[in-house]
């Protein structure tokens, strides 16, 4: 059962489940043994609720397109009656919830078996995933010494180990592209909006968050985006409509694109030999494709965004933390390095400097949606860049000791130089994915990044299911997984 289990993508699992040959319980009985056995290297799945699980399988599954999957939440957002969530934070821990997430009724309407929690740095802030509340940091199944990523890291680790075919993540600033690149996986980040984000908040992080998944496969994706686009009753706004569904998209390639090349960072400066050498093949596979590959620059503040991104973030992490301080002392054992730091630093801003931010971001997404508009500039279709600018960081380099929040994102050596593409399509909301076409000579894996014009998540995945199927990725597997 376990060579089986581990051997599929989501949609081939549900196909055995649709004809009989597995039923939802073996594959829960599949992928806790897979987690038992894993989990104690890898420190990715956290507040398992088995009993839960089997309930559901008890009372009757959705007939949706996984029924009988076995799936796993980020522990940060998603909110769950039935999965008590910590948000990677002991202050946060054990927190229950009063109604389910829209995005939660909509994944378990596609028939998942739904059993436990991915692990997440506190406040979903950074490229790795080391939280306190945790006991120890996230590994990658790839090679244990490195980080799988942040913030959806746990999702990353848990999916790319096979202790769950595909996994909730959700892409504040790389978030779910960022675990992907660094567990050889598929992360596609939709428009801003695309999915929805009630009713506990109406936006994240100034409208930059938005959920995902983390999975072996374009088609898994599809399927799951399908399943959970739309607004839900009273957002403040919402994506543009799809013109077709994201798994009819991706039945026929796109049209011949004309793709904008970064082979550095958007600001041209180097980046790692490996990665850079990714993305260059990753440019001569499209042109092979037929599309037209053009090196350039977009046109676009990037250091203003990445300042603003910065202020907003902590505005928001230090609104967090401060409502659930409930007047108690901001602490070392409550809230680590990171965490204290950003509240330091929403107390040095203007009490106007958050709107000021926003604004900044909207015109950044106007500068970032010049590039792909033929009447103000080159009219590219796709931005091809790296996804990181190294191959996966090594454990402890991006860990929430400091108090110094703003060094940690944009001083030398910080986030920003480790992670400089991703955050630009959340302050954008354009539709953006990491595709796992690299791999470094360490054997780490490196993802190249795709983005495209607001609102045409439909030819982004069609291009990236078209990529897959010219150099197909599901075959690589991490050394530590299911075999």
């Given amino acids: 059962m376990l060579e089986t289990y581990g ?51 008890s009372a009757g599954l959705p007939r949706g397109p996984f029924h009988g999957l076995p799936f796993l939440l980020k522990d940060l957002g998603c909110e769950a009656v039935a999965f008590p969530s910590h948000n990677g934070s002991r202050l946060l821990a054990n927190t229950t919830y009063d109604r389910d997430s829209a995005i939660y009724d909509r994944i378990r309407a596609t028939g998942v078996v739904t059993w436990g929690r991915t692990t997440s740095p506190e406040g979903g802030v950074g490229a790795a995933t080391e939280a306190a509340v945790y006991g120890g ?19 990353g680790a848990a999916v790319a180990a096979g202790i769950v075919p595909f996994a909730h993540g959700s892409d504040g600033g790389g978030s779910v592209r ?52 739309g607004a839900d009753a009273g957002a403040p706004y919402h994506a543009p409509p799809l013109l077709r569904s994201h798994a009819d998209a991706i039945s026929r390639p796109p049209r011949r694109l004309r793709v904008m090349l970064v082979e550095g960072t958007f ?27 053009t090196p350039a620059l977009p046109q676009a503040d990037v250091a203003m965004m ?31 390095g990171i965490g204290r730091g950003a509240c330091a630093h929403a107390e040095t801003l203007h009490p106007t400097r958050y709107l000021e931010a926003v604004g900044q971001i909207h015109s950044f997404g106007r500068q970032m949606a010049a590039v792909f508009d033929p009447e103000q500039g080159a009219g590219f ?63 780490l894996p490196i993802g ?30 991490a050394p530590l997984r299911v075999k």
């Fill in 306 to 336: 990445m300042r603003a991104w910065t202020d907003i973030v902590g505005v928001g992490t230090a609104l967090g933390i401060r409502k659930a301080l409930k007047g108690r002392a901001l602490t070392e054992d409550l809230v680590e």
């Fill in 381 to 443: 279709d796709i931005l091809l860049s790296a996804t990181l600018a190294e191959p996966p960081a090594r454990i402890g380099r991006f860990a929430h000791h400091s108090d110094d929040y703003v060094a940690y994102r944009t001083g030398p050596g910080g986030i920003f130089e480790y992670s400089p593409f991703c955050a630009v399509f959340n302050a954008s909301g354009q539709p953006a994915a990491s595709v796992p076409l690299g791999m470094s000579a360490a054997g």
């Fill in 137 to 155: 940091p996230t590994r990658n199944p790839w090679h244990l010494d490195h980080t799988p990523g942040g913030s959806s890291g746990g999702a």
């Fill in 448 to 477: 190249v990044h795709l983005a495209a014009r607001f609102g045409a998540d439909e030819e982004l995945i069609a291009l990236c299911a078209e990529l897959e199927k010219a150099a197909p990725w599901t075959a690589r597997k």
């Fill in 7 to 57: 051997a599929q993508d989501a949609t081939d699992l549900a196909a055995l489940v649709a004809c009989g040959a597995v039923t939802p319980t073996e594959l829960l009985d599949a992928a806790l043994d897979a987690c038992a056995t894993l989990n104690p290297q890898i420190n990715a799945v956290v507040l398992p609720q088995e009993a839960v699980a089997r309930q559901a399988i």
């Fill in 267 to 293: 600001t041209g400066q180097a980046i790692h030999p490996e990665v850079a050498q990714a993305v260059r093949e990753a440019a001569h596979l499209l042109e092979r494709l037929g599309h037209q590959v």
């Fill in 178 to 229: 960022i675990p992907a690149s660094c567990c050889g996986l598929f992360g596609f980040k939709p428009t801003r909006a695309r999915l929805p984000d009630g009713p506990y908040v109406g936006e994240g992080w100034a409208g930059m968050a938005i959920d995902g998944f983390l999975t072996h496969s374009v088609r898994d994706t599809a399927t799951l985006l399908d399943a959970c686009a």
